[in-house]
Every structure is written in structure tokens, then in C-alpha cells.
């Protein structure tokens, strides 16, 4: 139950930042790992992949527009598996 409440204020948090015009970053995560980061500034979204990320997820080419829920429903797609974001202090 403890899992759950975690995870819908992370939802909620990742929900509120997306809503402002001020730098995000958020890190990716899938099988235990960072593989890559997330980054919003100026109202630009840039999605970067780490040496050596799942190559499902590094060739993802859709789109970039602010719905971080919806970017990790289709990378979680694409891989087959969970994909976290997790929301950093900019």
C-alpha cells in the first residue's frame, strides 16, 4: 500500500513541474538502471540516453510535449517493462 501512495505523489509531483516554465530534469530508469534523463527548459523537452541503455528505448523518435506520464507509458511499451521517471531538484 506504502508502493502505491509513493508512487501516485511521484505522479502528482511530475504532474505539477511539468506545468512551469522553469528548468525540469527527470531521470529514466528501467531493469534497476538510469538509462537515460529528461530535461525541459525554455519550454524545450530533450531526451538523452546513457552509454550503454536499452537500444528499445535509445531509438525512441516520438514525441517530446510535456506529457511525462504518457512518455513513460510508451517507453514502459517499448520495452516491455516498467520505465520509471523520477523528478530532480534543477
Partial sequence: MLSLANDLVARAARLIFTGHDEPALWTLSAHGRIQ???VCEA???RLSWFEGAEERLASYAGPLN???EALAAALSGRLGAPVELESLAV
Fill in 36 to 38: 537515460g534523463s529528461l
Fill in 43 to 45: 519550454g524545450s523537452w
Fill in 66 to 68: 510535456g506529457d511525462v
